[in-house]
Every structure is written in structure tokens, then in C-alpha cells.
């Protein structure tokens, strides 16, 4: 089941007012253009009738690719954050969500658009997360060696036509920068840190927090 509404938007640009989907959960098998449309960035984007400047909302949502039995929940308050990992806590006893068929399920919960998108990706394509993730600190820990004044904000996968192409980082003074991604490097960061450690799908929150933990308790 997928769930969506139609809002009101009034363009801050020229006042013109126009209609604009807020999807509440997508789910990928009966909306397939949602899901491109998140990947490519379009789902949050409202283009003006008018003018058409493109500005961006933001909104919390359930991501559900049943396919692979996969939830990747976007929460943008605490209080939204709770909510859902009760379900998912619930999940895990065996409550069913509408259009689930098994709890077996892999769920995440992100804090930001950009994760979201990058996650989504990254299922799709098969990729574990959980390797990403320690992959970037691994990455922040050799720039802080080797740049000691560079401050990294943000680092992102970048993934074009399925294959998973370079990490995208943005330092805190706004440069960017990138690092192409090696299949060795993750193969390696799998089997020494990832394949003895379950299949993490109750791991509701991957990030690189979680990685650091990671890398702690080996
Ligand atoms: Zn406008």
C-alpha cells in the first residue's frame, strides 16, 4: 500500500499557488515512479506553475521496497523517530504493516533527505550499508591523517546507472571533494568487519555513529 496527499503550495517566489504530492509511504512495486523519482531528487522538489523556480519540501516518509523487504523510515522530529522504531519494535513481534507479507524484514530509519536517497540506492543495488558506512570513517580517519586542518562535513555514495561510482565529500568551509569507490576495499571491509556480525537488519540506524561503534568493539 502506498499513501499520499495532495497539498496547496504557494510559491515564495511569485505567490502563485499550486498542488503538490506529499507521500506518507511509497511503496516501490505499485509506485515505481516515486521511486525514481527519490532517487533522482524530484520527489521532494515542487516546480512552480508559474515561474517555474523549483523549491524544496521537506517531509518525513516510509520508504517500502517489498521486493526486498526492505522499510527505510525518514524521520524529521524525535517524536516521529519514536514512533517508528515502536513499529518496527512491534514488527519484530510479529505485527504485519499493510501490504507486508512476513516481518522479515531489513528497516532503517534516516535523519536527512540525502540519506534516504543514498540508502535507497544502496539496497537497490545490493550493497550492505553497514560496509558503506565504516567505509566513510575509514575515509574521514585517512583525510584527518593526511590534511589535518580538513574539517569534513558530509560524505556521500554516489551511485550512477546501478554502480556504485565514487564518495562525495563536503567539507565544513563548502568545498567539495571525491574518492572513487573500490569493490576490493569493500569486499575487504566485509569479511574483516561485516560477515561475522548477522545480518544486521534490526540495525535500525546505520550511520557513520554506528560504524565508529563498529570498528570499536572488533
Ligand atoms: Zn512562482
Known sequence: MSLKNTQKIKCPDCGTEG???????????????????????????YTCPKCKKVHYVNYGLL?????????????ISKEDEKEILD???KMENGDMLPGMESTDYTCRVVHSQNQLREKAYIFDIGLD???VEIMKVMMVAHLSQT????EVGDIFLEIT???????????????????PFSQKVYDAVKAEYIDSKGDGKRDYIVDMNWAVECLKNK
Do not use: C
Open 19 to 45: 498542488e503538490f504530492t506529499i507521500w506518507q509511504s511509497i511503496n516501490t512495486k505499485l509506485n515505481p515512479q516515486a521511486k525514481e523519482d527519490l532517487l533522482s531528487g524530484e520527489l521532494f522538489a
Open 147 to 150: 590534511n589535518p586542518d580538513l
Open 161 to 179: 546507472k546501478g554502480k556504485p561510482e565514487r564518495f562525495v565529500i563536503r567539507l565544513k568551509n563548502g568545498v567539495l571533494g571525491n574518492s
Open 87 to 89: 513499529t518496527f519494535d
Open 63 to 75: 520508504y517500502h521496497q517489498m521486493e526486498k523487504q526492505l522499510m527505510i523510515y525518514y524521520a
Open 129 to 131: 550499508d553497514r560496509v
